[in-house]
């Protein structure tokens, strides 16, 4: 924190892994420094990575868990909030009854990127996917129409545009830019409380 404020940054930024061992952890030290950091003014990111020995390696990215870890990034204090994509498995057996009861659309990524902004506040958070590996032009923009479809902040894209030639990689962010462009029918303003 000090750093931080010395370096005159704009924010903190800390990793959380939801499921392992050492969660507990995590959370107090993310908890007394968002505290710290809200005093000062600066911006909370939590970086939010389910892993553990409790999840199979699909329930990483299954809708219950990374819904569940956006909403404990939002509790820890965070402002941004980066998950990874949401696949439509549902890992825990009492999640699945909730999501079959209550009849929550999650059969497209759209849906699924709708459900985890949802569980961030209801979008009073800002909500953004890691890119994951790189992928072909047209899935990884299929992946940037649904995040935008689903009312998604962004996505980071590290890999799929360094890991290219500079005309391509240029080009593939020109599109993204296109993409998030687009007239949202309802402008999000989140409260960074």
């Not at 809200?38 to 990374?66: C, F, N, P, Q």
Request: with cysteine; net charge positive; proline share 3%.
């Amino acid at each position: 924190m000090e750093d931080a404020l010395r370096l005159g940054c704009v924010g903190i930024g800390f990793t959380i892994y939801p499921g392992s061992a050492h969660r507990f952890e995590m959370y107090q030290q993310i908890r007394a420094c968002a505290e710290i950091a809200k005093r000062h003014g600066l911006v909370v990111m939590i970086w939010s990575y389910a892993r553990g020995s409790g999840l199979s390696k699909v329930g990483e990215t299954a809708i219950d868990v990374i819904g569940y870890a956006a909403q404990i990034a939002a509790q820890l204090g965070a402002h941004i909030i980066k998950v990874k994509l949401p696949n439509e498995h549902v890992e825990q057996d009492a999640a699945r009854k909730v999501y079959e009861q209550e009849q929550i659309p999650i059969a497209t990524l759209s849906q699924r990127v709708h459900h985890v902004v949802q569980c961030a506040f209801n979008g009073r958070r800002i909500v953004i996917f890691s890119g994951g590996p790189i992928d072909s032009d047209d899935a990884f923009l299929n992946e940037v129409r649904a995040i935008h479809a689903g009312h998604g902040f962004g996505s980071i894209i590290g890999r799929n545009s360094f890991q290219r030639s500079k005309p391509d990689a240029l080009r593939l962010l020109n599109t993204i830019m296109d993409i998030y462009s687009e007239q949202s029918q309802t402008i999000r303003t989140p409260a960074l409380t």
